[in-house]
């Protein structure tokens, strides 16, 4: 009987130590996975800060490309077209406006000035495609303001891919 009990004891320190190798083996699991989770959320988050990058320095090259293409519509005095041009980069541009990467590029009241001109040149456009009529003088400065905003945009464009804004 002594023996019986001397055995069950030994069994019995042999499943603690087992256990608590176990729970040893666990823990440090544990620790390795998180080290891991965090790894993971840390290039996640990397990854999205590239997506983004990328994303902004597509949608400013956009704006830029349609910013040339109002100036050479206008130059070539198509007015119908010049008009949805200006629409269209009017509305790319208060898109962009919203976004962290534009935030970093200028300030509100910059974005705010030349969303200004932007609308002043659709107006100005709109109602000379309504009229058909566009004098030379009002031509000349439509093209001059044009000139400037996409000036502004390449700029821009150019501060974005340097900067990886």
Same mark, same amino acid.
């Given at each position: ?7 069950? #004891? ?14 040893? %083996? ?16 840390? /290039? ?15 949608? %400013?090259? !956009? ?5 040339? #293409? ?20 009017? #509305? ?13 590029? !200028? ?6 000035? %030349? %969303? ?5 040149? *659709? ?14 003088t009002e031509r000349e400065d439509i093209l ?7 000036? *502004?945009?390449?700029?821009? /464009?150019?501060m974005t891919v340097e900067s990886g804004t």
């Amino acid at each position: 009987m002594f023996y019986w009990g001397l055995l069950m #004891d030994w069994i019995g320190v042999s499943g603690l130590t087992v256990s608590v190798a176990g729970f040893a %083996i666990a823990l440090s699991q544990l620790n390795r996975t998180l080290k891991a989770a965090e790894a993971a959320q840390i /290039a996640s988050a990397e990854a999205v800060r590239s997506v983004r990058i990328f994303q902004s320095i597509a949608t %400013i090259q !956009d704006i830029c490309g349609r910013s040339r #293409d109002l100036l050479h519509l206008t130059k070539s005095r198509n007015l119908e077209s010049s008009a949805v041009a200006a629409f269209e980069l009017r #509305d790319s541009v208060a898109r962009f406006k919203g976004t962290e990467a534009a935030k970093k590029l !200028d300030t509100k009241a910059g974005w705010n000035l %030349i %969303i200004n001109s932007i609308c002043i040149v *659709h107006e100005r456009l709109e109602s000379a495609s309504m009229t058909k009529r566009l004098d030379a003088t009002e031509r000349e400065d439509i093209l001059h303001s044009v000139a400037r905003i996409n000036s *502004h945009f390449s700029s821009m /464009a150019s501060m974005t891919v340097e900067s990886g804004t």
